[in-house]
T-cell receptor
Framework: AQSVSQHNHHVILSEAASLELGCNYSYGGTVNLFWYVQYPGQHLQLLLKYFSGDPLVKGIKGFEAEFIKSKFSFNLRKPSVQWSDTAEYFCAAQTGTASKLTFGTGTRLQVTL | NAGVTQTPKFQVLKTGQSMTLQCAQDMNHNSMYWYRQDPGMGLRLIYYSASEGTTDKGEVPNGYNVSRLNKREFSLRLESAAPSQTSVYFC??????????????FGPGTRLTVL
């Protein structure tokens, strides 16, 4: 069965620090990959997605992610985080035609001033 | 254009009570999904409906039933609530499963507590 792993459960950074959140998936076939963000008290919003083509994907709010097929990874990066980036971040993988998503357990990012 | 809406926002039930969570989308999407979110476990798929008139089990369907009432609405029913069903429930929808443009849009969630 497909699974998604996020090894960083809680990350604390100072404003302006660089961010990298890890995401690994286990599935041998074609897979679509997503990063969603959930701000406190809000619903999930799409940050970025990868379907095919350029493995470096740029999303909203300065986030980007790189798909490395050989490592089964899709890590999320941002060069300089802001206090407003405090949120929970979920990596998800999608396979098959029913668009079902398998989510990782999430990484809680706390940005301090 | 409200997107995906869910009612109620909050609910407290006693063990054994039943209730239905409502979800509606106004984006003319074909597919709809119900997830539950628990601390440290991310979101897990309960049931989904690939198209109007069809429903299928997801990862954690036990204790739940669903109804795809029409293209807009997809409800989740707890027949006999248990404390293990205390969770935040999210509904989502998408227009073209499997296509490159496919993105799931999520509702605001229903926070359910079962005592």
């Amino acid at each position: 069965a497909q699974s998604v792993s996020q090894h960083n459960h809680h990350v604390i950074l100072s404003e302006a620090a660089s961010l990298e959140l890890g995401c690994n998936y286990s599935y041998g076939g074609t897979v679509n990959l997503f990063w969603y963000v959930q701000y406190p008290g809000q619903h999930l919003q799409l940050l970025l997605k990868y379907f095919s083509g350029d493995p470096l994907v740029k999303g909203i709010k300065g986030f980007e992610a790189e798909f490395i097929k050989s490592k089964f990874s899709f890590n999320l990066r941002k060069p300089s985080v802001q206090w407003s980036d405090t949120a929970e971040y979920f990596c998800a993988a999608q396979t098959g035609t029913a668009s079902k998503l398998t989510f990782g357990t999430g990484t809680r990012l706390q940005v301090t001033l | 254009n409200a997107g995906v809406t869910q009612t109620p926002k909050f609910q407290v039930l006693k063990t054994g009570q039943s209730m239905t969570l409502q979800c509606a989308q106004d984006m003319n999407h074909n597919s709809m999904y119900w997830y539950r979110q628990d601390p440290g476990m991310g979101l897990r798929l309960i049931y989904y409906s690939a198209s109007e008139g069809t429903t299928d089990k997801g990862e954690v369907p036990n204790g739940y039933n669903v109804s795809r009432l029409n293209k807009r609405e997809f409800s989740l029913r707890l027949e006999s609530a248990a404390p293990s069903q205390t969770s935040v429930y999210f509904c989502a929808s998408t227009t073209n499963p499997g296509l490159a443009t496919d993105t799931q849009y999520f509702g605001p969630g229903t926070r359910l507590t079962v005592l």
